[in-house]
């Protein structure tokens, strides 16, 4: 059975360097060759009349970056890649064959130095090169197809990469030879209408409640050795507690303190790899939301000098002068809720 499942999504957003694709085969579980290099098994999907997207990929690409392992088998083939400029990382090479590139350095510079020169959208090949590429956060879409079979051992898809990327499915595919193709997008804005994060008003107490103070006292407390005290959490018995969720996976959360015809929010926390990709300025419209329904004049917070350009472009004005608190020092910024939408 043949089965599609495509979502067209954003485009792809302007980037200041070229974009950069992954498009490679694994075997069920995770390699991309045997052992001693074998890719045999990739050819149980050979047959189909059916090419994979591979010229699509090629249409689209005008170079490619491969590790120095997967050119020694890409150069066993006369022209394995016609027409397209090919870079190929080593630190052990001398030469590589003619009309490729060799380059040892720092990735950043060399996809750098590649935009300067016109190149627009790069395919990286090779495991260890991709992860490389994906520990510096320099991948935009990732299409992988994982072939029908468990090959036991062999060379990773992906090394350690030390650190969580989100990403969105953007299409799924079977094809009658049993190859299951997944199309990734790499997340670096989370669109609340596509990936489904949604915040809600938790009770105090609650297990999710109990969940948001653990992840608040991660970010907020422990980096400064410090802990909310029972009586700090007793306090918060008359708070509003909001909490955002992608599926059911806790990735914020902030709290209001009612204070006459004003709401101060307080205890904003954005889990580590959910931070800098939108779901603090979600999380301040929710509130914004909830001040306008409940009839709060304004809203205001104590914000860190590091937290002041993130509140000014969600329009909050700085307010008096700073203040310590905890030894930080603070800021009041405010943003008047009535008439605003
Ligand atoms: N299933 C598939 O679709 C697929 C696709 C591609 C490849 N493959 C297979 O996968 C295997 C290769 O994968 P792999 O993970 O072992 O290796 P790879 O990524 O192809 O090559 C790793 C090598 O690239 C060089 N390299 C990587 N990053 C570098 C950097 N920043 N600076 C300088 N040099 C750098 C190093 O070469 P030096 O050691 O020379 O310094 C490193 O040992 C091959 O068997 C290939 O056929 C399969």
Redo the contacts with the bound molecule.
């Keep these: 059975m043949q089965t599609r499942k495509t979502r067209e999504n954003s485009a792809h957003n302007p980037l200041s360097r070229p974009k950069i694709s992954i498009y490679?085969?694994?075997s069920i579980d995770g390699f991309?060759?045997r052992q001693d290099?074998g890719?045999d098994w990739?050819d149980r999907v050979g047959g189909f009349d059916e090419d994979y997207g591979f010229q699509n990929l090629m249409n689209s690409i005008d170079a490619l970056i491969?590790?120095?392992?997967?050119?020694?088998?890409?150069s066993t083939v006369p022209d394995p890649y016609p027409g397209k400029r090919v870079i190929v990382?080593?630190?052990?090479?001398h030469s590589v064959k003619e009309g490729m590139e060799l380059?040892?350095?720092d990735?950043a510079v060399l996809v750098t130095k590649l935009h300067k020169e016109g190149i627009q959208h790069i395919w990286v090949?090779?495991?260890?090169?991709?992860s490389?590429f994906l520990s510096s956060q320099m991948i935009d879409a990732m299409t992988l197809?994982i072939i029908p079979v468990i090959l036991g051992s062999g060379?990773?898809l992906f090394?350690v990469i030390g650190k969580e990327i989100p990403c969105r499915l953007a299409s799924s595919q079977s094809y009658p030879s049993g190859l299951v193709q997944l199309r990734y997008e790499i997340i670096t804005q989370f669109d609340d209408s596509i990936d489904k994060i949604y915040f809600k008003i938790i009770e105090y107490g609650s297990p999710l409640y109990k969940k948001s103070v653990a992840l608040r006292e991660e970010l907020l407390r422990k980096p400064f050795g410090l802990f909310f005290t029972p009586e700090e959490l007793e306090q918060e018995k008359e708070h509003v507690h909001i909490a955002g969720f992608l599926g059911e996976e806790l990735c914020a959360t902030a709290v209001l303190v009612p204070e006459n015809n004003e709401l101060k929010m307080q205890r904003v926390a954005v889990k580590g790899h959910f931070q800098n990709m939108g779901i603090g300025t979600s999380l301040l419209l929710f509130s914004e939301q909830y001040a306008r329904d409940h009839g709060y004049k304004a809203i205001y917070c104590h914000a860190r000098d590091t937290a002041i350009p993130f509140y000014k472009k969600n329009r909050y004005a700085l307010e008096g002068v700073p203040f310590d608190e905890n030894g930080i020092a603070h800021h009041k910024m405010k943003k008047s809720i009535e008439g605003s939408v």
């Design positions: 490679i085969a694994a991309i060759a290099g890719l990739l491969i590790g120095r392992k997967t050119y020694e088998v890409a990382l080593s630190n052990s090479l380059y040892c350095g990735l090949d090779g495991g260890t090169t991709i490389q197809s060379i990773p090394n």
